[in-house]
């Protein structure tokens, strides 16, 4: 079994930021492919950004692309989101979600095996 605990989300201005933390424990090799999703009221949960640890290969919404940034800690079992330039469309709860196996593509919600509890970014204009 795998937990997924997301922390550092807030309130923060237009053109601010916010880090983003999702740690890991439980299973470890649950976490090889790792996304940060949102969902805003009213819409559909989307793809953020993705890390596949093999290779460290990451990927990113074209919304956030130049913004956001993902990474890991393996030695804290963590990946942070790091976002910059917020926009109050970034508005949303931010969920971290795994899987051992890999996703169709990175942004393929229902690929996802594990979820955090989600934590709430406001960004006010």
């Known amino acids: 079994q795998v937990q997924l605990v997301e922390s550092g989300g807030g309130s923060v201005q237009a053109g601010g930021s916010v880090r983003l933390s999702c740690t890991v424990s439980g299973y470890q090799h649950g976490r090889k492919y790792m996304g940060w999703f949102r969902q805003a009221p009213g819409k559909e949960r989307e793809g953020v950004a993705g890390i596949y640890f093999s290779g460290g290969s990451t990927y990113y919404a074209d919304s956030v692309k130049g913004r956001f940034t993902i990474s890991q800690d393996n030695a804290k079992n963590t990946v942070y989101l790091q976002m910059n330039s917020l926009k109050p469309e970034d508005t949303a709860i931010y969920y971290c979600?795994?899987?051992?196996?890999?996703?169709?593509?990175?942004?393929?919600?229902?690929?996802?095996?594990?979820w955090g509890q989600g934590t709430q970014v406001t960004v006010s204009s």
């Open positions: 979600a795994a899987t051992s196996l890999p996703p169709r593509s990175w942004s393929t919600t229902s690929d996802y095996k594990w």
